[in-house]
T-cell receptor
């Protein structure tokens, strides 16, 4: 089946940029998503990118897609303490279900 | 406000007991999903339903059951056959099986074993 891999932890200083990486195996993915989960809560959609795009920018968020290497990244500029959360990469577009990564715990230090 | 409501927030199960987690949505979404979240393992799909009175097994359906009698409701029963039920359970919905239909999530239910 499809597989989505992420590193488990990332720690950055407030004001720095954060880069969260994701690799996936399903080359038929039409859309790729980034979700954010705060403690004890559900997942909130942050942004998504269509598979024929290389980059998408949305305020402090930049998504980069390397389709050849099946690599997706999320860059958060000027990271704030409120950005501390778990970030999930997900692939989909087959019409039925998304495949989620293991999640990356982002810790923002003062 | 439209959204997905999961209840209860916390649930405790005794050995041999079946428990039911509630999921209700007023978004008029056709498709609904149940995921299980364990630390370091991400989300795993338990069951999903694309339309009323129809549902399919996900990747880890054993020990769970669902029903979809109404469009708005998709309850999940954790049966006594599920030997390791302690986890955070998330319900989600989306409008239908089109190419880009974003998932909306409830706030989750934490199930623990007594």
């Amino acid at each position: 089946g499809e597989d989505v891999e992420q590193s488990l932890f990332l720690s950055v200083r407030e004001g720095d940029s954060s880069v969260i990486n994701c690799t996936y195996t399903d080359s038929s993915s039409t859309y790729l998503y980034w979700y954010k989960q705060e403690p004890g809560a559900g997942l909130q959609l942050l942004t998504y990118i269509f598979s024929n795009m290389d980059m998408k920018q949305d305020q402090r968020l930049t998504v980069l897609l390397n389709k050849k290497d099946k690599h997706l990244s999320l860059r958060i500029a000027d990271t704030q303490t409120g950005d501390s959360a778990i970030y999930f990469c997900a692939t989909g577009g087959g019409g039925n279900k998304l495949t989620f990564g293991t999640g990356t715990q982002l810790k923002v230090e003062l | 406000d439209g959204g997905i409501t999961q209840s209860p927030k916390y649930l405790f199960r005794k050995e041999g007991q079946n428990v039911t987690l509630s999921c209700e949505q007023n978004l008029n979404h056709d498709a609904m999903y149940w995921y299980r979240q364990d630390p370091g393992q991400g989300l795993r799909l338990i069951y999903y339903s694309q339309i009323v009175n129809d549902f399919q097994k996900g990747d880890i359906a054993e020990g769970y059951s669902v029903s979809r009698e109404k469009k708005e409701s998709f309850p999940l029963t954790v049966t006594s056959a599920q030997k390791n039920p302690t986890a955070f359970y998330l319900c989600a919905s989306r409008t239908g099986p089109a190419k880009n239909e974003k998932l909306f999530f409830g706030s989750g239910t934490q199930l623990s074993v007594l």
